[in-house]
């Protein structure tokens, strides 16, 4: 396993949910999906999905037409010390980040997408960044026990770990949360779980 193939939110109402990506985002199934689920969640998932784009008018379109679609903000989006970004809560729960690393724009306003990243808050970063390293994915950027990046290649999902702590204050909410992550990860060829539950496996049929 060298990748992340695909994300699927497992939701409540999938009609909806497909609905609110297709005209908040603009993402269609190849790399996020929806599947029914009513396992319990509450509070914090555990993690974050990251819309990364090329300047900061882009983040502002996206932001409208998240807010547009039904989502709720977290955190207005704003300059910051590594550029500029907010966060969002989608109607069925799923936190999303919109950033960019430009301080400027340089070309038209567009809702196009560089590049997805999840971001996993996990307990141990050293030893959840060990075990996915066993997996097979390779090590892009590492901070210390604080944050990991894996390298992915283009169009695919990128992989990062952070505290579950420092994730939770970068979305804007409350660290705690019980139940299932509804959140599958596609990739491999074996089903299994990460040392904070998140589970994957093989590529999921459309």
Do not use: C
């Amino acid at each position: 396993m060298n990748s992340i193939d695909s994300v699927t939110l497992e939701v409540a109402d999938t009609e909806a949910a497909a609905r609110f990506y297709s005209e908040a985002f603009g993402l269609d199934s190849s790399r996020v999906r929806v599947r029914a689920s009513d396992a319990p969640t509450t509070g914090f998932r555990g993690f974050t999905l990251s819309l990364v784009v090329a300047q900061p008018g882009n983040v502002d379109a996206l932001f409208a037409t998240a807010l547009d679609a039904g989502a709720t903000v977290l955190k207005p989006a704003a300059k910051s010390l590594w550029g500029y970004g907010g966060v969002v809560r989608a109607p069925d729960g799923t936190v999303w980040q919109i950033a960019t690393s430009a301080r400027k724009d340089t070309a038209p306003v567009t809702r196009d997408v560089d590049e997805i990243v999840l971001l996993l808050g996990v307990e141990d970063v050293k030893a959840t960044k060990r075990f996915y390293v066993e997996q097979g994915l390779t090590v892009g950027k590492s901070f210390g026990g604080k944050y990991v990046e894996f390298a992915t290649g283009s169009g695919t999902v990128k992989l990062s770990l952070y505290k579950r702590r420092a994730l939770a204050k970068v979305a804007g909410v409350p660290a705690g949360g019980t139940g299932s992550h509804r959140l599958v990860l596609s990739g491999g060829t074996r089903p299994f779980n990460d040392p904070d539950g998140f589970a994957w496996q093989p590529e999921l049929g459309m």
